[in-house]
């Protein structure tokens, strides 16, 4: 079993579509995260969220909103895509107790053309 | 702002031998530091941590050393095994409660040659 399943692997797209990519942990975690690995291979994070809490990397456009309809999933929509959103999409997972320790889904490699 | 470093982008190592692979970091905030590793196609996964109080911590093959004067960790894999073969890596936060402040190198990519 998959512990953080994230779907779909591979997306490809064109400019201005709106998509969502879907992730889902089975750990039993109360933090779920969104990371994004750019051309240049830094991972920063760009939410995480909580049944609490959703924080927000103030440097996340706007197009790019997180939906948790509970606190196994968090869904990650980008509306208007642009090409600089082309890179890899972590999502993550931890108890809040023991946040530094993440776990990662396989990533998904989004490609806007 | 890259908070923190991983300066070699490769390292390949013979089956047997030591692997070192360094992290700087600038922040001084920084009190906890973990090591992370990926396959392709794969999310990271945790390897080993360490934190601020200590400047050792081991795990099987896995030795983690902080040099906090200098700014400075390194992950000691011995002996180095071809599954070994991965992207490693870095990370740093303020405290272990929260992944919120969490930075990342971009990773070291080590090649363990049979």
Redesign the interface.
């Known amino acids: 079993d998959t512990a953080v399943s994230q779907t779909p692997k591979y997306l490809v797209t064109q400019m201005g579509n709106d998509k969502s990519i879907k992730c889902e942990q089975n750990l039993g975690h109360d933090t779920m995260y969104w990371y994004k690995q750019d051309s240049k291979k830094f991972l920063k994070i760009m939410f995480s969220y909580n049944n609490k809490e959703l924080i927000i990397n103030e440097t996340v456009p706007n197009r790019f909103s997180p939906k948790s309809p509970d606190k196994a999933h968090l869904n990650l929509h980008i509306n208007s895509l642009e090409l600089g959103d082309s890179a890899v999409y972590f999502c993550a997972s931890s108890h809040s107790a023991g946040g530094s320790k993440l776990f990662f889904g396989s990533g998904t490699q989004l490609s806007v053309l | 702002d ?1 908070q923190v470093k991983q300066n070699s982008p490769s390292l390949s190592v013979q089956e047997g031998r030591i692997s070192i692979l360094n992290c700087d970091y600038t922040n001084s905030m920084f009190d ?1 530091f ?1 090591w ?1 590793k990926k396959y392709p ?6 390897l080993i ?1 360490i934190s601020s109080i200590k400047d050792k911590n081991e795990d099987g093959r896995f030795t983690v050393f902080l040099n906090k004067s200098a700014k400075h960790l390194s992950l000691h894999i011995v002996p180095s095994q071809p599954g070994d073969s991965a992207v490693y ?1 870095c ?1 740093a ?1 303020r ?6 402040n ?1 930075f ?1 190198g ?2 070291t990519r080590l090649t363990v040659i049979p």
């Open positions: 890259q906890y973990l992370y196609a794969e999310g990271p996964t945790f941590s890596f990370a936060a405290d272990q409660t929260g992944a919120n969490l990342f971009t990773g």
